[in-house]
């Protein structure tokens, strides 16, 4: 069935330093994307949409100049987090529907560690 | 926009029991209301879904019910077994639009006990 990938799965970075993060759909294209946050034992909060061909469009209180998408093909959309703070650790979760199943999937997410 | 309010946030229940767990929503746009189970350290599963021309919908051992007019919604657990531990997290959305984003509730933290 329909798979959606990210990668890498976890990541240990310096304070200040950049990380990317991919989202791939694997057996369909997606015009949209979206990313979502999740601190320990907190439910997920949507950041932003990702829109292949255009902006992202971003939920309130993020900072897009922070947390730049490029959603550069049907399959990939990459989240780059941009000097990156300990209070930028998170899990990292994407998402992609696929409107010809009727349903919306899920990665596995990314565990962001920033020291 | 929408919000969406889920309890209990813990749930305890003897192998066996049955479990619910209940959310409310504000967005009466709102058409699609998505299960998620949750283990730890990985992403969200779908394991049930219903859309809002459907009041009730089964799977086995899991079923939702859907108040529209209430903008309520229900997971219920039946014959719960050691393996239904985990998070599991309601969510809303407006499905078939650009903006079909999915707002998640807080959580349910349901616990087993052998």
């Known amino acids: 069935g329909a798979v959606v990938s990210q990668h890498p799965s976890w990541v240990i970075c310096k304070s200040g330093t950049s990380v990317k993060i991919e989202c791939r759909s694997l057996?369909?294209?997606?015009?949209?994307m979206f990313w979502y946050r999740q601190f320990p034992k907190q439910s997920l909060m949507l950041m932003a949409t990702?829109?292949?061909?255009?902006?992202?469009?971003?939920e309130q209180g993020v900072e897009k100049d922070k947390f730049l998408i490029n959603h550069a093909s049907l399959t990939l959309s990459t989240l780059t987090v941009t000097s990156a703070h300990p209070e930028d650790s998170s899990f990292y979760i994407c998402?992609?529907?696929?409107?010809?199943?009727?349903?919306?999937?899920f990665g596995p997410g990314t565990r962001l560690l920033v020291l | 926009g929408e919000n969406v309010e889920q309890h209990p946030s813990t749930l305890s229940v003897q192998e066996g029991d049955s479990a619910v767990i209940k959310c409310t929503y504000s967005d009466s746009a709102s058409n699609y209301f998505p299960w998620y189970k949750q283990e730890l350290g990985k992403g969200p599963q779908l394991i049930i879904d219903?859309?809002?021309?459907?009041g009730e919908k089964k799977d086995q051992r899991i079923a939702v019910t859907l108040n529209k007019t209430a903008k309520h919604f229900s997971l219920h657990i039946t014959e719960t077994q050691p393996e239904d531990s985990a998070v599991y997290f309601c969510a809303a959305s407006k499905e078939y639009s650009s903006a079909s984003k999915i707002i998640f509730g807080s959580g349910t933290r349901l616990s087993i006990r052998p």
């Open positions: 219903i859309r809002s021309n459907v």
């Open positions: 057996d369909f294209q997606a015009t949209t």
């Open positions: 998402s992609a529907p696929d409107y010809t199943q009727e349903t919306q999937y």
């Open positions: 990702s829109n292949e061909g255009s902006k992202a469009t971003y």
